[in-house]
């Protein structure tokens, strides 16, 4: 083996390292973002939950998904959809991204208000890098992801929730 390609070999393997470092310090910075949005879920305490919410992201996403289901329909159900995907979006993400909503989120995550919330290694650990900087909980490493964050100004808040919408339910 060439002293050239011995040298690509370990160029490639330390920029691979240095790419997987990279995952590990944003992963571990989210976690203690999420962390803090965990206690907040779990205090229902909704000052310190909407310090680590995008609520216009949730709403944009909203009403993006709104109109995604309604494109397949007929021209009236597409009109509609399109007339009714914002102001339904704006009133959706008002009552349903708070604490206690997504409690539900937290306890199929395995949070119920009586765990303990895991440390940030832990939290970590179970955060998955995603292309755009983003990062993302799954249940499980190779299961979807069902909610995903975003560094904003040095705080990582949730700016998507991919799961059904079942799963967030208004207290009863």
């Given at each position: 083996m060439?002293?050239?390609?011995?040298?690509?070999?370990?160029?490639l393997?330390?920029?691979?390292?240095?790419?997987?470092?990279?995952?590990?310090?944003?992963?571990?910075?989210?976690?203690?973002?999420?962390?803090?949005?965990?206690?907040?879920?779990?205090?229902?305490?909704?000052?310190?939950?909407?310090?680590?919410?995008?609520?216009?992201?949730?709403?944009?996403?909203?009403?993006?998904?709104?109109?995604?289901?309604?494109?397949?329909?007929?021209?009236?159900?597409?009109?509609?959809?399109?007339?009714?995907?914002?102001?339904?979006?704006?009133?959706?993400?008002?009552?349903?991204?708070q604490?206690?909503?997504?409690?539900?989120?937290?306890?199929?995550?395995?949070?119920?208000?009586?765990?303990?919330?895991?440390?940030?290694?832990?939290?970590?650990?179970?955060?998955?890098?995603?292309?755009g900087?983003?990062?993302?909980?799954?249940?499980?490493?190779?299961?979807?992801?069902?909610?995903?964050?975003?560094?904003?100004?040095?705080?990582?808040?949730?700016?998507?929730?991919?799961?059904?919408?079942?799963?967030?339910?208004?207290?009863?």
């Amino acid at each position: 083996m060439g002293i050239w390609r011995i040298g690509a070999i370990l160029v490639l393997a330390g920029a691979a390292l240095s790419v997987s470092e990279c995952a590990t310090t944003q992963r571990l910075s989210a976690a203690s973002d999420v962390h803090a949005l965990l206690v907040s879920i779990r205090d229902d305490d909704s000052k310190a939950f909407d310090a680590h919410v995008d609520r216009r992201a949730l709403k944009g996403e909203m009403e993006t998904r709104i109109l995604q289901r309604t494109q397949g329909e007929n021209d009236i159900v597409k009109s509609l959809g399109a007339m009714l995907a914002h102001p339904l979006a704006e009133i959706a993400g008002d009552t349903m991204v708070q604490p206690d909503v997504f409690r539900a989120v937290a306890e199929y995550y395995g949070y119920k208000p009586e765990t303990p919330v895991p440390n940030e290694v832990v939290i970590a650990s179970t955060l998955r890098p995603l292309p755009g900087g983003r990062i993302c909980a799954a249940k499980g490493p190779k299961g979807p992801c069902l909610i995903t964050f975003a560094n904003e100004g040095g705080t990582w808040k949730l700016v998507s929730f991919d799961g059904d919408f079942s799963l967030l339910r208004l207290p009863t």
